[in-house]
């Protein structure tokens, strides 16, 4: 049986397009002689709908837009995700599904039994899950069909298992001999190699092919690799989709003949893909076409702006640089360099007429009180208002360019540097943004390398830099990974990482007194395990400090 993977980009409640999306790839799959193509979870209705599944009437256009699909495909059988009713006396309405569509009709209909809620997911608060497993006769095959983390919890894999049913054993004992799993699997820099050894692992111990078909694409704060796979009865890799790019791969279960496309060759590559199709998707699927970004000269503005013009095309980046009374002259002429290199149009805005006349509108009611970081964040609010102004006035998405270590420690400024519409490497520690500078200049010089060589500051008062206020980066990030993706504790890090206790204490009670400042921040693009966002709530006003 010839297998059609088919990895699209779809967008949340655009039924049409994505309807038209389904169908072209479905002509695409029937032109290479595939006699089954295969599409991601809720590929029908966009993953992930969040609270629209709640609308009664998005439902209904699920259910409606199936119907057409079934009657608009090519002469080709097709599995699809949707969201549909869940026909449940009791419990949620809604139910995340699958249907293998031939000959016009819905001839399987299958509901996703294991529901994720944990990180960003939340799929419990909207699914009823399904009750039983589906194996169905197919081109000779007991087919068994499986959606997203109905594989994740294979007890030969997993030494913690979240749930207590395993849809894959299921359907192995009720006689399937090929399992399809459509998937919607975020993006993160472990995920790519733990879905192929996970999926590898099941397809060896169960001695069964698997198809995995996973959706690329940005929603949101959520990147989507695709990086579809199927392996065969020995686990052999045997179909791979590229990562981060929509695409059709074939596998033939009869045939040794191999579609493996190539896979990013580090973790720097993976990263910067992800950002870049987050950005892009982001801001096209908003409505927008240009972005700008504040450049200061530094290493993260000129990042973000590297990842703008190669996303969205050097034509739609304006990058503005605001020196103010303590901007060097290296970092206005490096925020110029970056500009020609990437060929983007660039503006100077000078801000220091404009906070003198805020010290002088401030100086009588600030009488007696020394000059401190109230006025170090005036000069990023100015930028803020300086780029906000141009943003509405020009109708361009504004990129803000803080990383996570900043974010994760407050060193950012309300309304200042954390003013836009994206925050596209909030997610991002600082020792990885210079690795991603290094990446994107591996073949030629593009990101200044003075931009790489000085230290990091905010030039808001003479002779500042970061580790005036931070530990240094190494060792920062250290202790952010420890403590928000892996939830050690002070005593823990500080032991295992040979660490100052006192350091490591300190750094974490500056991680939570930054709450409020992170759930005002703007939407971040995800790539670690654990982001600032949707997958991270922590209380604001809370009295539990390490």
């Not at 990042?303 to 739609?316: F, W, Y």
Request: aromatic fraction near 8%.
């Amino acid at each position: 049986m010839r297998i059609a993977l088919a990895q699209i980009d779809t967008t949340i409640g655009d039924f049409a397009g994505n309807l038209e999306r389904l169908v072209k790839y479905a002509g695409y799959a029937r032109d290479r002689g595939a006699d089954l193509v295969v599409f991601p979870e809720l590929a029908l209705c966009g993953y992930p709908p969040r609270d629209l599944v709640e609308n009664p009437g998005f439902i209904e256009r699920s259910e409606i837009a199936l119907q057409q699909l079934a009657h608009l495909l090519p002469p080709i059988p097709a599995l699809v995700g949707y969201v549909r009713r869940s026909q449940a006396e009791h419990g949620k309405p809604a139910a995340d599904a699958a249907a293998l569509l031939e000959g016009g009709q819905v001839v399987v209909d299958y509901a996703k039994i294991l529901l994720p809620f944990y990180d960003v997911f939340d799929e419990s608060r909207y699914f009823e899950p399904g009750q039983s497993v589906c194996v169905h006769n197919f081109g000779g095959r007991r087919v068994g069909i499986t959606i997203c983390e109905d594989v994740w919890n294979d007890k030969h894999f997993w030494r913690n298992r979240l749930y207590t049913r395993d849809p894959v054993e299921e359907c192995v004992e009720a006689g399937a001999n090929l399992l399809l799993n459509i998937a919607s699997s975020p993006y993160n820099t472990e995920k790519i190699q733990l879905r192929h050894d996970m999926l590898k692992s099941i397809a060896t111990r169960r001695g069964i092919p698997v198809v995995y078909v996973n959706q690329v694409g940005g929603n949101d704060q959520l990147v989507f690799d695709g990086s579809s796979l199927a392996f065969n009865a020995r686990g052999e890799l045997c179909a791979r989709a590229r990562s981060f790019a929509e695409e059709l791969v074939i596998f033939d279960t009869d045939d040794a003949a191999r579609e493996i496309h190539p896979a990013p060759e580090s973790t720097a590559e993976e990263i910067y893909q992800a950002l870049c199709l987050g950005v892009r998707d982001y801001v096209h699927k908003c409505g927008f076409r240009k972005v700008l970004v504040g450049l200061s000269g530094g290493i993260d503005s000129s990042l973000v702006t590297t990842i703008a013009a190669d996303a969205l095309g050097p034509e739609n980046v304006l990058g503005i640089s605001m020196p103010g009374p303590y901007s060097s002259p290296g970092s206005i002429r490096d925020a110029e360099t970056l500009a020609q290199n990437l060929g983007i149009e660039f503006r100077v805005i000078p801000i220091t007429p404009v906070f003198e006349s805020y010290l002088e509108t401030l100086d009588p009611a600030f009488e007696g009180e020394p000059r401190d970081a109230t006025e170090e964040n005036i000069q990023a609010r100015i930028r803020g208002n300086v780029l906000m102004a141009l943003s509405n006035k020009f109708g361009s998405l504004l990129l803000t360019t803080g990383n996570k270590s900043e974010l994760a420690v407050g060193y950012c400024t309300l309304y200042g540097d954390m003013a836009g519409g994206l925050a596209v490497i909030a997610d991002v520690p600082k020792t990885t943004v210079y690795a991603l500078a290094r990446y994107v200049n591996r073949s030629a010089e593009r990101i200044p390398q003075a931009c790489l060589d000085k230290a990091p500051s905010a030039e808001l008062r003479p002779d500042q830099t970061d580790q005036d206020t931070l530990p240094p980066y190494e060792v920062l990030d250290t202790i952010l990974k420890c403590y928000i993706e892996e939830n050690l504790g002070a005593d823990e890090i500080a032991a295992t990482q040979g660490l100052d206790p006192a350091l490591v204490r300190e750094t974490l009670r500056r991680v939570n007194a930054a709450e409020y400042k992170r759930q005002q921040a703007p939407p971040t693009l995800k790539v670690t395990a654990k982001a600032f966002g949707m997958g991270r709530r922590y209380p604001i006003a809370q009295k539990f400090y390490e």
